[in-house]
């Protein structure tokens, strides 16, 4: 991975100081100041750098936040869906759409404390490329030290000189290797035989693997049961050359987080002389979900981290959504103000599509089985939802569901495109939607968790009380029980919106709890 560092020219002791430091980690650090040859264009160099480059550290000042071209850099990373941290040098009002980012801070910490997170968060990304530096040496990485090229090429002798050295040590060796290769046993030879002395029935043994996501007992039990039975000793002789055949056929069915079996079956044709029963039982094998991604303790930090895992509940196919947190709300309207950090401790399942036509069992304005079941009252949204042991999303799991970790302004990414969405295109020359599209129909345009139409194509009811923010899932907006009025949310914009504002993953709408429209619909959240 290369590292690009954006930053502006009076920025510029504290980038080489940190793009020294990187260095001496083993990064990859492209600098402008000392990766652009003498007379190439200047615009020219920095575009092949952001193209070469994977992932961005962006540095925040005043300065920077006020330079176009540091913006037109990270602007650039975002819309291309590459990554770009934030690092805070000096305090700024920072822009919004890097503020939807967490940043590492180095204004209020010592720098090898600071460069110890960086260095983390990068590791994550790389699986640990880049190598943590005793503190003693990140302090002493001065700001016009050592060139980032001079550690580069150095590096790279090194790893010349040892590849040149293994390559001789390995050629002494080759007359004394034995390339013989040895014979390989088969499986009968690990099979013990069993003398007899009177009767050969034929056994069957059948072992049966359970298993689940979080814990998986593994029992195994041979069961041989010859007909007729013997009547006399039994002596069992371990031979490495026996007449025993088997044939076995391994099909495992597994979906994503269920419960699924596999069965094992082998028929041989040992010789028995009496009538026995073994069982081996193996100890159950405990895998603890802490370790996996997505659940309580390792949460999902990036939308690019996670993906997409389904799983059909009474014939309805949903997505996980995992563990994870994410600034709920924008600075666009008011009714999207203020912003709060939202976190799940626990996953949770949201529909794939929006709920049809033929999964309701009729039909609102628009015909067909595949497409959204317009026109429902939220009681009747809400009811449906539970016949399926399911309920409506809060407006939280929505908007997570369609944004993630890295707050995306669409589902997609932070860029507006309409081949995503089923929304009105055009209104002056007419060539506008006129109605809801069959469910899935923009691909493209699912968010980070699978799920489809989250923008556009029908609004979706969810389960929360239209009330200002900040968002609090105890102050009464998320009840449910009863038949009150209360106007209710709709999220994701509708095939009729032209403002795509509207279609965003934090806009709000709402309407009375019993209005019917052909631009309203559905879909279904689960508790995992």
Known sequence: ??????????????????????????????????????????????????????LMLAIISPEAMASPNVENEWQWYLDNHKPVIPILWRDAQRHFQLNRLQYINFKDQPFDNAFSQLTGEINRRTGGAILPVPSTQVASAKPFGLPVHDFRRYRWLLVIVIILAAFIILISFLPSLNLRPNPT??????????????????????LTIASTTTALPIAATLTPTPDPPPTNTTTLVPTSNPTVTDTATFTPTLSPMSTNSATWTSTSSPTLTNTATATVTSSPVLVSTSNILGFLGNPVLHNIDWKPAYQTFSGVEMALVPVGCFTMGSLLFDNEKPVTRQCFDRPFWIDHFEVTNKQFGSEGVFKGDEYPRDSVTWFQARDFCATRGAH????????????????????WGNTFIADNVVYITSIMNKQVARQSAYIGSRPTGNSWVGASDMAGNVREWVSSIYQPYPYKLDDGREVVDGNTDNPRVLRGGA??????????????NRANSKAQTLTNGFRCARDY
């Open 495 to 508: 095939w009729s919106d032209y403002n795509t504002d509207n279609l965003s993953g934090s806009a709000r």
């Open 1 to 54: 991975m290369r590292i690009f560092i954006s930053y502006a020219r009076i920025d510029e002791p504290f980038a080489r100081q940190l793009a020294t430091a990187l260095s001496q980690a083993n990064a990859d650090v492209w600098l402008d100041v000392d990766d652009i040859p003498a007379g190439m264009n200047w615009s020219s160099a920095i575009q092949q750098g952001l193209n070469q480059c994977d």
């Open 392 to 411: 409506l999303p809060t407006e939280r799991e929505w908007e997570y569901a369609a944004r993630g970790p890295d707050n995306l302004t669409y589902p």
């Open 185 to 206: 046993p088969t499986r009968a030879a690990l099979i013990p035989s069993v003398s007899p002395t009177t009767s050969q029935p034929t056994a069957k043994a059948t």
